[in-house]
């Protein structure tokens, strides 16, 4: 198996012998037999173990466990410990999604302190199977079909041409220790699930299964780079603002859902939520759905809105306070010569009654519009001028108490307009 793998390190351009290996060891089988491989090969490495303090006696007998044999192995140990359950429950992710976060940032800081050139994981080719079946499972694309690369970047897999069964008889024929994690036998997890229930059956089917999973991967990554041309391609033509981006259905065609699948996904919206933004491509205007990191898509006139949100700010600000926006406010004493834009106003300072605040949009403002007689409801004004709904929630309100006095940018409230009785004039300009 050692010649597998240095040949395997070679051929894929893995690592140099002037490298610095950093190695992620959790004392398992597959992560022990990295250690030995890649230091009876000759490399310079480097052992990195985290304690997630999730087994309690036993994570941290895995921690002296690695410690010793990095002793008697003269490689150097670096350890973090991580309080992993209660940063997961803080942040509202799983545990198993807050431990990989943690352990690959811990890596990457290692590998800039101390000079390394590579970080080595011990996925083999039955992790390559489980991937790529989880993924199909759930729904993917490309690139989950075609599974981990051996290089992504300064991490590489130099195991990921050896299976399982192959790790296990050199741990054995070279009467090597290691420590048995027992949430691998756990059947609550879904891929020990595919681990135990699944790939063994595959196996009887095919038993040169990763010989053929092997060729379909090296096939779906020529398709995966011409697929990447178009791609690209594809958004070149995306009409992309400061704000928002804009997917049209006269690029949008057929042919192109696996493009708005893969831009989707790395906004963070999931496969099921996707085909529910699909299946809305002729639902009426203004369906939307949130991704992760807050990013939000909307339908409406044959396209889709994509856009970051930020935090809605709930809080008012009065005129005197630090305000959310540049806004430059001055009295002055009638006759005024006006010279009014959407962005300066010339409000009857007589006509005030409260203190002048700002404020977001909400259900049942209302004003009557510059010029009008009659109110309207700002839902109505905002679907009339076809603000869309970034436009909507980043749109500030000029207010006197509760009454509408000017939709900053846009229009003013003919209730508080200038006329031949006015005595003092508020003007004020958005900057």
Known sequence: MKKVVEEFILNKGLLSKDDKVLIAVSGGRDSIVLLFVLTQLGYDVEVAHCNYKLRGEESEKDERFVQELCVQLKVPFHLKSFDTKNLAKEEGVSIQMKARDL????FEELKINLKIDRIAIAHHLDDQLETILINLTRGTGIKGLRGMKEKRGDIIRPLLCVSRDEVNDFLFANHIPFREDSSNASGKYFRNKIRHQVIPVLKEINPSIFKAINNTTERLRNVEGKWEEHYS???NKLKVTDTKTIISFDIAEENSISFIQQFLRAKGFSYPDIDNVLAAKTAIKGKRFLGKDNWVIITGNNQYELYLQEEQDTNEYYLSDKLPINLSVSVATAPVEISATLNKVYL??????????????KEGD?????????KQKLSDYFINNKFSLSEKEATWLLCDNEKVVWIIGYRSDNRYRVDDSTKNVYVIELN
């Open 103 to 106: 352990r690959y940032d811990w």
């Open 233 to 235: 391609d594809w958004l």
């Open 348 to 361: 009857n300072a007589d006509k005030v009654q409260g203190k002048l605040k700002l404020r977001k949009w």
């Open 366 to 374: 209302w004003f009557v519009p510059f010029g009008m007689k009659g």
